[in-house]
């Protein structure tokens, strides 16, 4: 599908049970359209990974994911020689007594190239939605790798020499602002800033995600979620949290919030000790404000 238009954007978010406003759909349909790299940012887990998926099935094309961490390297992001491969094709080959230039031809040739997510994506034959997730975590020296491949759509291998994109890949980067990303790298994109949902729409997302979970105990976690996130906590929970614990109380067949399900289930949304302390210490007042006050025990 080489023309999408922007209903179909919408179209397939809510087909895949994503939960997007406007500017969402808008902002895959212009990065489709003008063939610029899409940098979405904002806190973990409220969904930026999923915008890849949700272009690459929009396109029908496949995606190709890189995670990036502090390290990454480009050959861990390019490629890298299968030296294993390469080693027991030499021993074979030297019991044959075959010509040491004619085999170094072989060895590194694509036969014995190992293809990670960047050269896989500027060599598939049809044009891949490529995720750069958590670029943030990279070094500055990864950053500046990646510039290069943005600006040229080309990488050189010094044994085999320059391979140039058959197709400008989509390109979809997602980062939680651990560090602040380079002016050039941001210049080069489009941008999406991806919020923490409001009530409603959270409460949508939840029954979309988890439809088995009471309506009412579906608006008393999305209430509380929004109190929650209120206090300075170490890590905030993200809506995957949310969908998380709605399903764990679905599973327990429960109608309603109370003081002691919440405590005893604190484990699935906060992920951090000192928030799970903060939180017990505030509970009282936080389920007073979700409209549970008459459950408290």
Known sequence: MNKIELRQIQKMLHGQGYIGDDAIAMSIFLSIQLEKPLLIEGPAGVGKTEIAKVMAKALGVDLIRLQCYEGLDSSHALYEWNYQHQLLYIKMQEQNGQDLEKMENIIFSERFLLKRPVLQAITHPKKPVLLIDEVDRADEEFESFLLEVLSDWQVTIPEIGTIRAKGKPRIILTGNRSRELSEALRRRCLYLWIDYPGFEKELAIVKSKVPEVDEKLGREI?????????????????????IDWARALASLHLKHLDKQTVEDTLGVVLKDWQDIRHTQDALSELLEKTGVTSRIG
């Open 222 to 242: 999305c209430a509380f979620m929004k109190e929650l996130r209120k206090l300075r906590l170490e890590k905030t929970p993200g809506v995957s949290e949310t």
